[in-house]
């Protein structure tokens, strides 16, 4: 009975727990990637190149199309959408026809979908679906058409429009040659450098009228830009004087990328809040770190193709029925014949499967080896680089290799 009241009593003592005032965080929104921050450390020049640019709107002019490189989290995304809310304030005290539209190429990722949208934003009433695209484009153009105005499309992930093909990007930049009242610039964003091969030259000319460069943070910047986020996020003397060099050492270490230090950061508060700690510490942020690791690993392992799925299975399993860790390429080739037997697919030849090996080694996932047998020659060993309990979940997730989890283990019987 006692047993019983006391279970009952701390069931409803379940949220208040989780919910109560901790004493760790004084506001982890401005820690999350959609707050905006008003103040963007290290990237004045490129505050400052834009807005020079985007200042001939303001003076009745079409801005230059511009092209953003740099990589994930090098404040692109961030660094616009501030230049953007200065403009459209400037442009409200001056009395002129300027405005910005942020467009996630991600979403609308379709030339259908993008001229729809874009139809629907200058009051048109166009259907997601259905319509020919030109009819489409047709209706935009007349909507934006029907004022004297400046509008500046930002093309936010814009690769993703283009491994599509680049048709709309080559109509947007043709359409002031059909417009008598409206201007429009372009700003495409992009996380990967080398997109530009897929343009072609035309678009690739015109839309790169302007560059802007975003290079990646280093430690010392990651510090000031996690400094003045900890400043609001977090109490006073919370975080041992490790934390944010350390969060900082560590995001830099991979290639700059300030959305991973900053999750880095909250994380490492999370973990310490639930640990019910009074304080973060450096081995709040290693665990953290190892938390994240281990999302990517999922992350990768998910969207890999099947046959690769399955040749990972097979350094998996190897590793559960062999009292080893590396495999000769035989050995994973053999268990990745029986494994296809097994789930229902046609094996692909040894040479293909090497070229699997080869991508798994390359996303870390696996470590390949050359290594020489002295006069038997040389052979490749494979071994998994990352926690067996780490994939086999996600594995065993793609509905195709449910049955790899009934496979017969083959304990090796030594005399
Ligand atoms: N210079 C900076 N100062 C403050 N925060 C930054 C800075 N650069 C990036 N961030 C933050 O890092 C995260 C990623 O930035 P984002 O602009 O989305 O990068 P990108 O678009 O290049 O991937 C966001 O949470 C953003 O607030
Ligand atoms: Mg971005």
Request: neutral net charge; hydrophobic residues 40%; glycine residues 4%.
């Amino acid at each position: 009975m006692c047993d019983r009241v006391a279970q009952r009593y701390t069931m409803d003592n379940l949220f208040e727990e989780l919910i109560g005032d901790g004493e760790i965080f004084a506001n982890k929104e401005v820690l999350r990637p959609t707050y905006v921050p008003e103040h963007l450390p290290h990237r004045k020049e490129q505050i400052k190149g834009l807005a020079d640019i985007l200042s001939a709107a303001l003076k009745e002019e079409t801005p230059s199309n511009i092209l953003i490189y740099g990589k994930t989290g090098t404040g692109k995304t961030s660094t616009v959408k501030y230049v953007s809310n200065e403009l459209e304030k400037m442009a409200q005290k001056r009395g002129s026809n300027c405005s910005l539209l942020y467009i996630n190429s991600e979403v609308f990722d379709t030339q259908y979908r993008l001229f729809a949208y874009l139809a629907r934003v200058f009051n048109r009433r166009v259907p997601m679906i259905g319509w020919p695209t030109d009819m489409v484009y047709s209706e935009f153009k007349n909507g934006i058409d029907a004022e004297k105005r400046c509008v500046i499309v930002i093309l936010d992930e814009v690769d993703k429009l283009v491994s599509k093909g680049d048709e709309a990007l080559y109509i947007l930049t043709r359409i002031n040659g059909e417009l008598t009242n409206a201007r429009i610039s372009l700003i495409g964003i992009s996380n990967d450098l080398t997109f530009t091969e897929l343009l072609d030259p035309r678009v690739k000319s015109s839309l790169g009228e302007e560059e802007i460069i975003f290079p990646p943070y280093n430690a010392a910047q990651l510090t000031d830009i996690l400094d003045e986020r900890a400043a609001m996020a977090f109490y006073d003397t919370v975080l041992d004087d490790a934390v944010i060099p350390l969060c900082a050492a560590l995001a830099a270490s991979e290639h700059g990328d300030a959305r991973r230090a900053l999750d880095l950061l909250r994380l490492s508060g999370e973990i310490a809040e639930r640990a019910k700690s009074k304080k973060v510490s450096e081995e709040h942020v290693r665990s953290a770190c190892q938390k994240l690791e281990m999302n990517k690993v999922v992350e990768v392992v998910k969207t890999l193709p099947l046959q690769s799925k399955i040749v990972l299975s097979s350094v998996l399993q190897l590793s559960k029925e062999k009292n080893k860790r590396r495999f000769s390429s035989g050995e994973v080739y053999n268990m990745y014949r029986r494994l296809c037997n097994h789930v229902g697919i046609e094996a692909l030849t040894q040479r293909r499967v090497t070229d699997f090996i080869s991508e798994l080694d390359i996303l870390g996932l696996v470590n390949a080896v050359i290594v020489s047998k002295g006069r038997y020659g040389r052979t490749k060993e494979i071994a998994l680089s990352v926690p067996e309990e780490c994939v086999q979940p996600v594995l065993l997730e793609d509905y195709k290799l449910k049955a790899i989890s009934t496979i017969r283990v083959r304990t090796q019987i030594t005399l």
